[in-house]
C-alpha cells in the first residue's frame, strides 16, 4: 500500500498540512486495505479529495483572503436603505388573484445608493470566491518556486488537476446512490492519477515534465 512515492507524498502533507495527511491516509487506507470497503467509502474518499483540493492552497501559500466577507451587517445596511426609502418588502412577493397577461418588463427603480450598496456587495462576493484555477495556479507555484512564471507550461497540468479532482467533488456528497453504485477501479484509477499530479508537482517542475506528460497521456487515453 505504502509504495516510495505515497510515502513521500504523505511526510510532505503532514510537514504542511497536517489535517489533510490524515484525510489522505484516510482515503488511501479505504480504498487500498479495507475488506470489505467501509460503509460509505465512495462518499467518503470524495470527500477527503475535495478537501485537499480546496483546502491545500491556503496550507501551502497561505490565505487569501484574511476576513470573512461579513454578509449579516452588509445587508442590515441595505435593509435599513430599502425601508427608509419606503420600498415594501411585502409586494415583492404578493401574486394577483386573476392571471394576467405580464407587462412588459420596465425594470424596477431603486435609489442610487441601495443600487451601489448591491452592486458593491455582489462584487465582493465575486471576488472571494477564488475560482479553482487560480487556486490550483496559486499552490503550484507555492510548492516549487521553480513554478513561478510558468503559467503557460503549468496550464495543462493544472487542466488535469481540476478536473480530477472535480469528478471526486461531484461524488463528495450523499445523492442518494449506495456505495454498489459506484465502480471501485474507477476510484482507485482517479485517485492514483490524482496522487501523481501532487507528487510530480512537489518535485522539482522542471525535472519532472516528463512525468507530468506521461501521466496526462495515460489518463486522456
Excluded at 470566491?129 to 521553480?146: D, M, Y
Excluded at 472535480?166 to 476510484?187: C, K, L, M, P, T
Amino acid at each position: 500500500m505504502w509504495t516510495a512515492d505515497r510515502t513521500e507524498l504523505r511526510e510532505w502533507l503532514h510537514r504542511n498540512a497536517g489535517s489533510l495527511a490524515e484525510l489522505y491516509v484516510g482515503a488511501v487506507t479505504i480504498l487500498y486495505v479495507h475488506n470489505p470497503l467501509t460503509a460509505g467509502w465512495s462518499r467518503l474518499v470524495a470527500h477527503a479529495v475535495r478537501e485537499v483540493r480546496n483546502r491545500l492552497p491556503d496550507g501551502v501559500a497561505g490565505k487569501k483572503i484574511a476576513t470573512q466577507l461579513q454578509y449579516k451587517p452588509r445587508l442590515d445596511d441595505i435593509a435599513d436603505l430599502w425601508g427608509r426609502a419606503g420600498l415594501d418588502l411585502a409586494t415583492m412577493i404578493e401574486t394577483p388573484v386573476t392571471p394576467v397577461p405580464p407587462p412588459a418588463d420596465l425594470g424596477v427603480t431603486v435609489p442610487r445608493a441601495i443600487y451601489e450598496r448591491i452592486s458593491e456587495l455582489v462584487r465582493d462576493h465575486v471576488e472571494a470566491r477564488e475560482r479553482p484555477v487560480e487556486a490550483a495556479l496559486r499552490l503550484f507555484e507555492a510548492i516549487s518556486p521553480g513554478n513561478k512564471g510558468q503559467r503557460a507550461a503549468l496550464e495543462p497540468t493544472v487542466n488535469q488537476w481540476i478536473r480530477v479532482t472535480g469528478w471526486f467533488q461531484s461524488r463528495a456528497h450523499d445523492a442518494g446512490s449506495v456505495d454498489g453504485a459506484f465502480n471501485i477501479d474507477e476510484y482507485k484509477r482517479q485517485f492514483e492519477t490524482f496522487e501523481s499530479i501532487l507528487m510530480a508537482v512537489i518535485r522539482d517542475f522542471f525535472r519532472t515534465t516528463n512525468e507530468l506528460d506521461k501521466i496526462l497521456e495515460d489518463t486522456n487515453a
